[in-house]
Structure formats: C-alpha cells, structure tokens
C-alpha cells in the first residue's frame, strides 16, 4: 500500500495502521499475513494459477523487503477454499502439482485428477522458510470445503457463475 497501484495484482502488504486490506475468495485461497513483531500485514487472494506461481511466498517475500520481516515472525492463516474432494483441473494443470509434492493429486491416473491446493499452498510455504507452527489452516472452519459447505460458504465451483465471495482481512491497531 502507498505505492502506484498496478495493473493486476493478487496480493497487498501494508505497515500502515487503521487500514484493512482484504482478500476475496469463492473457492480461492484467502491468505492473512501478520507479523506482530514488525507491525506489518498483507492478505492474497489463491487461486489454483496464484498457487502455482507463488502467490504467497512472493506476499512474505514482500513483507521481508518492504518492512524487514523475519520469516520465523510471520504467521500465515488459509481461509477456506475448495477442497480437494471437488476440486479438478485436467491432467496437463495437475501435472504442476504433482510435480510439487505427488500427496497434492489423487486420482493422477484420470483425465482430471483431484488437486489439493490448500495442501500445495502448505507446502510452498514450508518450503519458502514459514515454521509449519506459523501457519493456520485446520482450526474452526478453515479447512472444510466451500464447494462442500452450501450454509457456510460461497463456491464458484458448487454454484457456477452465480456465486458470493468470502472475505479474509486484516488491519493493524495501535
């Protein structure tokens, strides 16, 4: 925030107090970053593309140059998505995921196999140096199915073109 606002963008950082930031979601991966230590936050927005490409590493990687952050500060909440039980992409797009960790795809056999991208998103961000600790994505609700949960929520994959969004936020007080 306070920078020339690109063209597209799925993520946002801020140090600023007062302002919320916002990412949307209807099967997507809303992610909330904080880090108490250095007042800073950021939310992204990750789709099954988002995923792949980084998304969320590249919001830590934001947040450490931008305002100094330490990966062991930074602590990282999923919102809820789609989850692997409905979720398909055809085998060309899966292949990435497989590639990544092969626990990311049942079904790798099929034309369409089932993708795991709250898992991916897990494991990318392990990877990038998040303490496994730091990252909330199975506490409440955060890790049922939106496709699955019609009373909780909104699910571009459940409801076609018809669909809500989910909102993951976050500001900083003081």
């Known amino acids: 925030m306070g920078k020339k606002e690109p063209e597209s963008y799925d993520g946002i950082i801020t140090n ?3 302002v919320t930031i916002t ?3 209807a099967d997507c991966i809303p992610i909330v970053f904080a880090d108490p230590v250095k007042k800073a ?7 099954w593309k988002g995923t792949l490409l980084g998304v969320a590493m590249a919001t830590v990687n934001a947040m450490i140059a931008e305002y100094g952050c330490d ?3 930074i602590i990282v909440v999923l919102g809820p998505s789609v989850g692997s039980c409905c979720f398909t992409l055809p085998k060309e797009s899966a292949i990435s995921f497989h590639n990544l960790h092969p626990s990311c795809v049942r079904q ?3 034309p369409s196999p089932y993708v795991d991208i709250r898992k991916a998103t897990r494991i990318l961000l392990e990877q990038g140096g998040i303490l496994p600790q730091n990252i909330q994505d199975q506490k409440e609700d955060l890790d ?3 496709s699955c949960h019609p009373e909780k929520f909104f699910s571009h994959v459940r ?6 969004t989910q909102i993951g936020f976050i500001s900083l007080r003081e």
């Not at 936050?41 to 789709?47: I, K, N, T």
């Not at 409801?159 to 809500?164: A, I, P």
């Open 16 to 18: 600023q107090r007062g």
């Open 23 to 25: 990412a949307l979601g």
């Open 41 to 47: 936050c950021g939310v992204a927005h990750s789709g």
């Open 71 to 73: 990966l062991e500060d």
């Open 108 to 110: 790798f056999d099929s």
């Open 144 to 146: 049922l199915c939106t």
């Open 159 to 164: 409801d076609g073109l018809n669909f809500g």
